[in-house]
């Protein structure tokens, strides 16, 4: 190719990172087979994953399966049928040959953020390919879930996928984390992992999150990959820069992104994935601590002008406060109404209520409970949340109300803290158990029914 030095190329545009994640749910699946026998295959695969969406069949064929519902017959010729349902769903699942999927999605295809996953399934059912969208756009885990309840082979071609290595724009899927990163990074970061060079996980918080059993479809059973180091530290722990001369690439996983040096340190080598906040916003705990004798009248008013000042109602799910207050009449008077509405009552020794650390810690309290908070470490504790999880959430973002204090008209006084409840990841526990359905109950549910 020649070039004219009055009319240089067309230089494309710097790439930007953007923040991405990987799908894990399709709002609009839909299936389409050509052939009476595919047509079976076709409703088989549906079933088992997707049993909502629509199966397109020709004209000629929609009889095959009696009264199955969402049947959509088509009069068109296959190629403008496709044409039709690349704009309207974001899943296709066909089953034809490799070939003629590939013919027919050529000319459609935009980006790979943009355009639907894309899998095949052979006419008798016998195997399954991901053909497009494999990471980003879930085409591989639905090709996955579908082989299992057909029992039949999925064929994998991602390197990633074929080595039962790491795949940097899947990191996290189930946690919901995503990731900031721009094409080329994400390219080089890639091939640092598939071709064994050293690379580096620094991760900052989801400390107690099983992300790599489940990473990719499954690789429980599979050890980490020996040039893949994991480092777990304390969100803002400085990095060492040293590190640049013995990894390739850095993956950073924190909700605080990595300051400019470490960027600098490792250019389009660096990938930032951000787990969402775990906090729920919708239960609350509420933690109490009070002089002796306090009444009832004077801890209620105290909670009720607590909960007035949450920015949106919540619903109080626990109770909690000192063991040296397991036998105040008034504390238990109070909360009556909340327990009886199914709030749950916890009383906390100091030594456990001083092993969470709060915004307002005090000294006189402490001598006087033997722990430097009850209001807020009571309420925390309860509430789920623990130091690791705490360090992870600078700023204490689940403490809404962090100290109400209030004096009664006999000079006894209380303290309410509330704090917005722990929330795990979706399909995992607090003590960190990862979920345990097949990849086919999960899409099975994550497949939403037409509204």
Not at 301 to 324: D, F, G, K, M, N
Request: charged content about 20%; hydrophobic content about 40%.
């Amino acid at each position: 190719m020649s070039l004219d030095p009055k009319n240089p190329p067309h230089e494309a545009p710097p790439q930007t990172a953007t923040w991405q994640a990987a799908r894990n749910a399709f709002a609009a699946p839909a299936f389409v087979a050509i052939t009476r026998h595919g047509a079976q295959t076709a409703a088989r695969a549906r079933a088992a994953v997707a049993p909502h969406a629509p199966l397109y069949l020709p004209e000629k064929y929609a009889a095959t399966l009696g009264e199955a519902a969402h049947i959509r017959p088509y009069a068109s010729k296959t190629a403008d049928a496709i044409a039709t349902l690349w704009q309207q769903h974001d899943a296709l699942v066909a089953v034809v040959s490799l070939g003629a999927i590939v013919r027919l999605i050529a000319p459609l295809l935009a980006d790979k953020n943009r355009d639907p996953a894309v899998v095949v399934i052979d006419d008798s059912g016998r195997f399954v390919i991901p053909v497009l969208s494999g990471h980003l756009g879930g085409a591989n885990a639905l090709a996955q879930a579908i082989a299992e309840a057909l029992g039949a082979t999925c064929v994998l071609t991602t390197a990633s996928d074929s080595q039962k290595s790491l795949a940097v724009d899947l990191l996290g899927r189930e946690l919901d984390w995503r990731f900031q990163a721009s094409h080329d990074t994400v390219v080089h970061v890639s091939a640092a992992v598939v071709n064994g060079d050293p690379v580096l996980l620094w991760q900052t918080c989801d400390h107690d999150r099983d992300w790599w059993s489940h990473h990719a479809g499954g690789r429980r059973g599979i050890p980490l990959p020996q040039h893949i180091h994991v480092r777990h530290v304390s969100p803002g722990s400085p990095f060492p820069s040293e590190l640049a001369n013995h990894f390739r690439a850095l993956l950073w996983v924190g909700r605080i992104p990595p300051p400019p040096q470490v960027r600098a340190t490792f250019p389009e080598r660096l990938i930032h994935y951000a787990p969402p906040e775990r906090i729920d916003r919708t239960r609350v705990a509420v933690g109490v601590g009070c002089d002796r004798g306090t009444p009832a009248e004077t801890i209620a008013t105290a909670l009720q002008e607590a909960l007035a000042r949450l920015p949106e109602p919540a619903a109080i799910v626990h109770c909690a406060s000192i063991t040296l207050k397991r036998d105040e009449s008034g504390l238990h008077e109070a909360l009556a109404p909340y327990l009886h509405a199914g709030a749950s009552l916890s009383f906390y020794p100091p030594e456990a209520l001083a092993a969470i650390p709060v915004p307002s810690p005090s000294e006189t309290v402490r001598r006087y409970t033997g722990t430097p908070s009850v209001a807020e470490a009571a309420a925390l504790l309860a509430a789920g949340w623990r130091a690791s999880t705490l360090a992870e959430h600078p700023g204490y973002p689940m403490l809404p109300v962090e100290k109400l204090r209030r004096r009664g008209s006999d000079g006894r006084n209380v303290t309410i803290s509330l704090a917005y409840c722990y929330q795990p990841p979706e399909g995992t526990k607090p003590d960190g158990a990862t979920r345990n359905a097949s990849e086919r109950d999960v899409y099975r549910s994550l497949c939403s029914e037409p509204r």
